[in-house]
């Protein structure tokens, strides 16, 4: 397999789609920040200082899944139909941790896998940055891809979740 992100000279340069099918394409990624009980029961009473931070984080994902083209160079911008982000939360004692889903959608000619990345990376940042006043402690989890649809390539799930 070859790297297509380079040019004859051996530069970086942008794919060209413009011969591949739209397809409906999606892509579902996980992520996840852990935090001390003092956090948890402010974020869950809506306590901190900073305001909602489950819905201030959600919209900070949903705008990084929007501005990916201009924070990964050979990203190509698209036309985003569908963003979701959904929140749990784990009980680890003496910590929880808070588990994020990102749902990303189009249909076009190339995937949306580094939309989604970038959602749930800016929407635990978010919450790192909203409760960071109370303890700085807390830890950006795994962030990974757990499936991926459409395109040339098919479908990707990610084995043994």
């Known amino acids: 397999m070859s790297f297509t992100h380079f040019n004859e000279q ?11 099918n739209d397809t409906v394409r999606t892509a579902v ?41 201009e924070w990964i160079p050979m990203c190509h911008p698209i036309m985003l139909k569908g963003v979701d982000i959904s929140f749990s939360w ?13 749902i990303v959608k189009t249909k076009g000619s190339t995937g949306v896998e580094m939309e989604a990345l970038t959602a749930a990376t800016a929407t635990a940042l ?18 990974y891809l757990v499936e991926k649809t459409g395109g040339k390539s098919g479908i990707f799930r990610r084995e043994g979740l």
């Open 10 to 20: 051996g530069r970086a340069k942008m794919v060209d789609i413009t011969e591949k």
């Open 29 to 69: 990624v996980r992520s996840s920040i852990q935090v001390n009980e003092e956090i948890y029961t402010k974020i869950t009473e809506n306590k901190i200082k900073k305001g909602d931070v489950l819905a201030v984080a959600q919209v900070a994902g949903v705008m990084a899944a929007k501005k990916t083209p």
């Open 90 to 102: 784990e009980n680890k004692s003496p910590n929880y941790i808070l588990h994020i889903e990102v």
């Open 126 to 143: 978010t919450v790192y940055d909203m409760c960071k006043a109370v303890d700085k402690g807390m830890v950006i989890g795994e962030t």
